[in-house]
């Protein structure tokens, strides 16, 4: 008589154009605060490229880079940038989904209609995205406007740090599948961020790292990131895209398999 | 006879060691208010997020047939949630929109067109007699005025069954009525709703069936009067007072009723013949007596008793 549904939380993600409408939702509330939060999202970076490109680059002067020398705000500038994709995807994906998802019910919402969590997910996992590349563009526009890079190269770097966006985001939403309360993701930037932005050749080239340090380091997603983004700065490709963009893709991909799986997990019952 | 549009049977969920939900089955019919009834605790939110797919039951089928084709949950649960309209416990608005926003950002979510759905927002507005706040948002709104919101979203898909999930807990006795009232139109529009109350008098007078949940199990089924007829005697006489308890164990007052309970500082007779009781009480003219005709709060009583729910 009863055929009771026992699929896995771990199932493959079943998505559809579904998530349009929910990304529709947070673009029309961003659009009411836009300004404001522009201001909150390239001012801070800005910040530490001016004191520290320019206020520490008087002294480093040139960093050495492979064959080239490089000026270190151009170091900085084109590592930073991945660093602010990485630092928006995952404030929208963490703080502001939460609230959607716990606080505001949104979501509760938002699946008593025709929609999959599954889409949801998705829709949130992109609107990061969205907002990781809004930031950036931002950015990029005032480092050509200060005339760090006039690469053309940069309509390359575009898309990648939107992808750098995907892969971030993609990672924060697991950490929102188990969170319990804002202060869980202190925990995230303390332990996982902060010391990613030190390990992954944004201030200072991966080289200066102990060997074994510098053999994790090379993996993480936030190298794959600046190493895909800083050659673009300078008007050159990458040395080993393939592996870089690989990376990015395995992060991207697994963790949005196993936030989805956690995030079905928490509504499950 | 037309099919039923929902048909749950034998509904099973566990959580952990303890059964929220045994073996529960209903139907509701086009153009019928069912209510669910029950204690805090009872089953009654578990048993509705089955009905949208939300939670997985460990046994038991949820079907709906709207538009004449019968669909089960959780497989079909896109087809059918584009047919419902649901209003859960707590409001789910959207803080950041005003109220003709949080309508349009909803009809998008059932795919519909921008076009369709601004034209549809004056009528819910107007139905959930909001129209003077469209601009608002609804942190301005009162509380029944959110729930109103909340039941004109639900509705703007033009839905054939709403699931409503204590709609009115909250509201003043006003918002309350108004709410009725709107309920009422909607089943006279044809309709069907699924309703859970801790409101007896709502069960009453919107409800055409009655379902009753304690620990998870469906204890009666029926018509609110029939329940009536069948569990309890035709009448009540309810004495309060100084020294009023000291008549719950009067052997001569006990005769002269079918049943005595004690609650808090009021006795309560049941008896099918007030008349002798009321006489043999004016014995007592320090006490206050009430005779009235037994309702669905006594039912409600004595099927599921009078101790506090600590769930709740």
Not at chain 2, 122 to 146: I, N, R, V, Y
Not at chain 2, 238 to 264: I, M, P
Not at chain 2, 270 to 295: G, I
Request: net charge neutral; charged share 20%.
């Amino acid at each position: 008589m009863s055929q009771v549904s026992t699929a896995s939380v771990w199932a493959a993600p079943r998505l559809s154009m579904r998530w349009w409408p929910v990304f529709l939702r947070n673009l029309l509330v961003w659009r009411k605060l836009a300004i404001p939060s522009l201001v909150g999202n390239i001012a801070e970076p800005l910040m530490w490229l001016v004191a520290f490109g320019y206020g520490l680059g008087a002294l480093v002067g040139q960093v050495q880079l492979g064959d080239q020398k490089v000026p270190y705000i151009l170091f900085l500038a084109s590592g930073s940038i991945c660093m602010s994709a990485m630092n928006a995807a995952s404030f929208e994906a963490l703080y502001s989904a939460f609230s959607r998802m716990h606080v505001q019910k949104t979501w509760d919402g938002i699946l008593n209609a025709p929609v999959r969590l599954d889409d949801v997910v998705l829709a949130e996992m992109l609107w990061a995205a969205f907002k990781a590349l809004f930031t950036v563009t931002a950015i990029l526009g005032v480092m050509l406007a200060l005339g760090i890079s006039h690469s053309p190269k940069l309509l390359v770097a575009w898309p990648v740090l939107l992808f750098v966006g995907i892969t971030f985001s993609c990672i924060a939403l697991i950490f929102n599948a188990l969170a319990k309360g804002y202060d869980f993701f202190t925990y995230y930037f303390t332990l996982f961020l902060t010391p990613m932005m030190f390990l992954s050749g944004i201030f200072f080239p991966r080289e200066q790292l102990p060997p074994l340090v510098r053999a994790v380091a090379d993996w993480l997603p936030l190298s794959a990131a600046v190493e895909l983004v800083r050659p673009l700065f300078m008007d050159r490709w990458p040395d080993q895209p393939v592996r870089h963009l690989v990376v990015l893709i395995a992060f991207a991909g697994v963790s949005f398999w196993l936030a989805l799986a956690l995030t079905r997990k928490r509504f499950r019952n | 006879m037309s099919a039923s549009l929902i048909e749950v049977s034998h509904l099973r969920k566990r959580y952990g060691e303890s059964v929220v939900v045994d073996d529960v089955s209903f139907l509701i019919a086009p153009g019928e208010c069912l209510g669910v009834i029950g204690p805090n605790g009872a089953g009654k939110t578990t048993t509705i997020r089955m009905a949208l797919g939300l939670a997985t039951p460990d046994a038991g089928e949820v079907a709906y047939t709207l538009d004449g084709t019968r669909r089960t949950m959780p497989t079909d649960a896109l087809a059918i949630k584009a047919r419902l309209g649901v209003v859960s416990q707590f409001d789910t608005l959207d803080p950041d929109f005003n109220l003709a926003e949080n309508l349009l950002v909803y009809g998008r979510y059932f795919g519909m067109k921008d076009a369709a759905i601004r034209a549809r927002i004056p009528q819910l507005l107007e139905f959930a007699a909001l129209t003077h706040k469209a601009e608002a948002k609804p942190g301005e709104l009162s509380g029944g005025m959110k729930r109103r919101l909340s039941l004109a979203r639900a509705l703007v898909n033009d839905p054939q069954l709403l699931l409503l999930d204590e709609p009115t807990t909250g509201l003043d006795p006003q918002a309350r009525h108004l709410m009725w009232e709107r309920l009422q139109l909607l089943l006279q529009q044809g309709k069907s709703i699924l309703l859970t109350t801790h409101f007896m008098d709502e069960a009453e007078r919107l409800c055409h069936r009655l379902l009753v949940l304690d620990h998870g199990r469906k204890i009666a089924e029926g018509k609110p009067r029939d329940l009536i007829a069948e569990h309890l005697e035709p009448d009540v006489v309810e004495v309060y007072g100084v020294g009023a308890l000291a008549l719950a164990t009067d052997a001569a007052l006990a005769a002269l009723a079918a049943r005595v309970e004690v609650s808090g500082e009021t006795v309560f007779f049941y008896t099918a013949q007030a008349r002798p009781l009321l006489t043999a009480l004016e014995a007592h003219p320090q006490l206050r007596t009430l005779h009235r005709p037994a309702n669905l709060e006594d039912l409600f009583l004595k099927l599921t008793g009078r101790q506090i729910r600590e769930e709740g």
